[in-house]
C-alpha cells in the first residue's frame, strides 16, 4: 500500500475510533471503568493519542523554520536577475488577494441565499472577548526583523521570508563566495527534504492519534443545533477547493486540477488533521516541488508566503459567519454592508497574518466594520474546531494552486514531473528546472 493510502486510511480510521469513543463517553450504560479508561488513557489529557499527536505536530513545526529558510535562500539565489522576483510577488499576491476575495464573496453570496441564521433562536448570553488586531502599519514594520535569530526562534515566518529573500539576493550577486555560500544551502535543503520524507513514514500514525482524539473530545452533536450554518460553512468551502481553484487552474496555466488533487491528498490528510497551514507548509512544500515539479526558487517563495497570509478557507467562514449573526440579531446587509465585509475580510488576511488566533481576530475585525455585535461569535464556537480543519486544507490548496499557477506563468515548472503519477515518491529532490509551455 502506497503512502498516500495509508495516510488517507489512517485518517478515515481514526475519524470513525474517535466517534466511537466520543458513544463511549457520553454513554449512561457503559461502565464507569471502561469510561475512565478511555479517557485518561486513550484520548484524555495526557493520554496515549494526546501524547502521540502533540509529538507529531511538534516535530512537524520542527522543520518549518529551517524548510523555508533553506528554500526560500535557494530559490532567490537561484533566481539570478533580481528583477524576476518582483513579478513573482506580484503574481503571488495578486492570485492571494483575488481568490481571498472570491471566496469572501462566494460565502456572503450562498449565506444571504440559504438563511442560515433566520431560525436560530439565541439562547442565553453568549458572551466573546476578541483580542484587537494591531494596525497594519504595525503588520508592516513588524515585517523586517531587527533580529533574524530571535525571528527564527520565535516562529515569525513573515520576517524569515524576508531575511531569506535579503540572503539569497546577496547570495546571487557575491560572486565566488556568493556560489560557495549557495552551494552549501543547496545541500542544507537536501537534508532538509530528507527529514520530510522521514517524517512521511511516520505521518499515518500521527494523523491517526489526532483525529481520533479529536473527534472523541469533540463529538458531532454540536452540529445537529447549527446545521444549517455548519453545512452552508462546508459547501462553500468544497465549492471554493473544488470548482473555484479548478476552474483558475485550467484557464490559467492549462493544467489539469484532477492530476493536482490526487497528488495532494497526502496534503488535505495532514491540514485536516492539524488544523494548521503552518505545520503542514513541510508536506506542502515537499508535495509542490517533488510531485508536482514546481522549481523550488518559486515554490520556495510562494508556498511559505502562502502558508502565512492565504487564508481563503477562513474569508469563507468569516462570510458565512457574518450573514448568521446578522440573521440571528436581525440586522439588516446593505450592499454597501455587505462590499465592506469582502474588502475588510481580504485586506485581513494579510494585515492580521501574524496574529495568533487570526481567524476570530479577523471576524471580530469584520463584524465590527458591519456593526454587528462581536459577540455573536460566541454562536459558532462550538463547531469551529471542525470547520477550522476543513478550511486549513482549503487554505493549503489555495497555496498549492497558486505555486502551480504562478511556475507555470514563469516556465519553472517541469510538467513531465506534474503528469507523472509516480514522480516524488522515489528518492532524490527534483532537479529538473522547467518544461516550456
Known sequence: MSLTNRILLAMVAGILLGSLFNVVLQATTVPAGLRDLVNNVLVGQNGLFDV?????VSLLKLLVVPLVLVSLICGASSLGDSARMGPIAIKTLALYLTTTAIAVSAALLFATWVGPGTTVDMVGEATFQASTPPPLADVLVDMVPSNPVRAMADGKMLQIIVFALLVGYAISHAGEQGRRIGSFFRDMEAVVMKMVEILM???PYGVFALLARQFATMGLGAIVDLAAYF?????????????????LLRSLSGLSPRVLFRKIRPVWAFAFSTASSGATL???LNTVERRLGVHNSVAGFTVPLGATINMDGTAIMQGVATVFIA?????DLSMTDLLLVVLT???ASIGTAAVPGVGLITLALVLEQAGLPVAGIALIIGVDRLLDMVRTAVNVTGDVTVSVIVASSEREIDQQVF???EAGQQDGPVTSTA???
Do not use: E, K
Open 52 to 56: 502521540v499527536g502533540r509529538i507529531f
Open 435 to 437: 518544461a516550456t509551455l
Open 201 to 203: 513514514t511516520l505521518a
Open 419 to 421: 503528469l507523472d503519477p
Open 282 to 284: 513541510p508536506v506542502t
Open 327 to 331: 440573521q440571528v440579531y436581525g440586522v
Open 231 to 247: 453545512f452552508t460553512v462546508l459547501g462553500v468551502l468544497l465549492f471554493h477547493a473544488l470548482v473555484v481553484y479548478s476552474l
Open 345 to 347: 475580510a481580504t485586506l
